[in-house]
């Protein structure tokens, strides 16, 4: 496996240079012009913030090939951290968890995200392998190729089936989940067949052209009508909406149609019913995607399981309420350290 840091100024705690290096992927080196251009400008003082703050998460930068797809990561924290593997979810990015990463590395873990194939700064598959088994297979690359010991994986919506899966598979692997916004999904032949049109309609049809042309507002309209019950800030926005550009939309609308698929949604049970190590389920009480009800079956299948609700919280949980995430995490990872 090949990697590369960027050597842009400010580098990861755990930075180490490896012989072997792969190039960054051309959305990355445009949307860094895109950063550096606008802070050599004038600008508002709270636009030169969200740049700098926006540059400083693109200095983590690394790049890795996994299974033939050169894949955007960051690894921060001490190396000799207990390592916590952050996955993202669907027609989203790492970005979505810039809040966790350093409180976390702060307490002593070596967080460590990235971005799936065809998401965020990751190149696209030419295979098309946007399946919840391909990017299972790529978290296993990851973790073999920066020569992890078992880890914690935290994972979000869609992330959240990748990294059950891939628990399921090589449990000598994962120490604990954390599994946030994360439901049973019952199979309905007509709602099967619909959903994927729809949101293959609304996100790459709609609000993928609209992103392009900075028109951030009807995205976050949108967000916030139907995901969210708080308001995050604009440079949480606009971090969210940066995904609406970067994802391929065939990555977006291969996954929705595999998430769709009977024997996708009958697999996550017997999945969690496999599992000994410990679980967290954490749920947002409004949210109308991973419903709260299903999280709480789910949960009850797991050997060692936990389950919490955050009240007044939607699908968006990363944006919605970070400081809560960070808190939940981090006395979730105590007591799994005080219990092994």
Request: net charge positive; with cysteine; hydrophobic share 45%.
């Amino acid at each position: 496996m090949k990697e590369k840091s960027l050597e842009l100024g400010m580098q990861p705690s755990s930075f180490i240079m490896h012989r072997s290096e792969v190039q960054p992927t051309a959305k990355y080196q445009t949307f860094l012009a895109e950063v550096e251009n606008a802070l050599a400008g004038k600008l508002s003082k709270r636009e030169r913030q969200r740049r700098t703050t926006e540059l400083a998460l693109l200095k983590r930068a690394r790049f890795i090939e996994l299974n033939g797809v050169v894949h955007h990561y960051q690894d921060v924290g001490p190396l000799d951290g207990e390592p916590l593997i952050l996955v993202h979810g669907w027609d989203c990015s790492s970005f979505w968890w810039h809040h966790i990463v350093e409180p976390l590395a702060a307490a002593g873990y070596r967080v460590i995200l990235y971005d799936l194939k065809g998401h965020g700064f990751s190149d696209s598959d030419p295979q098309r392998n946007y399946t919840v088994e391909g990017f299972s297979a790529d978290l296993k690359a990851l973790g073999q190729a920066l020569h992890l010991p078992a880890h914690h994986i935290a994972a979000f919506s869609l992330g959240a089936f990748v990294a059950l899966h891939y628990a399921a598979l090589a449990s000598e692997q994962v120490r604990s989940l954390s599994f946030f916004n994360f439901s049973l999904l019952p199979y309905n032949k007509f709602a099967s067949n619909l959903i994927p049109k729809v949101l293959d309609f609304v996100f790459n049809t709609v609000l993928r052209p609209i992103e392009r042309r900075n028109w951030w507002l009807i995205p976050f309209v949108y967000a916030r009508l139907v995901l969210a019950k708080h308001t995050p800030p604009v440079s949480d926005i606009l971090l969210g909406t940066l995904s609406l550009r970067c994802c391929d939309p065939e990555a977006v609308r291969v996954s929705a149609n595999q998430l769709s698929q009977k024997s996708i949604l009958e697999a996550v049970p017997a999945q969690m019913a496999t599992l000994t190590q410990p679980v967290l389920l954490v749920a947002g009480a409004n949210d109308t995607i991973m419903r709260p009800s299903g999280g709480r079956k789910l949960i009850e299948l797991a050997h060692n399981g936990i389950y919490f609700e955050i009240p007044k919280c939607g699908h968006l949980v990363l944006f919605e309420l970070p400081e809560q995430v960070i808190q939940i995490l981090r006395m979730y990872l105590q007591g799994v350290k005080r219990n092994t």
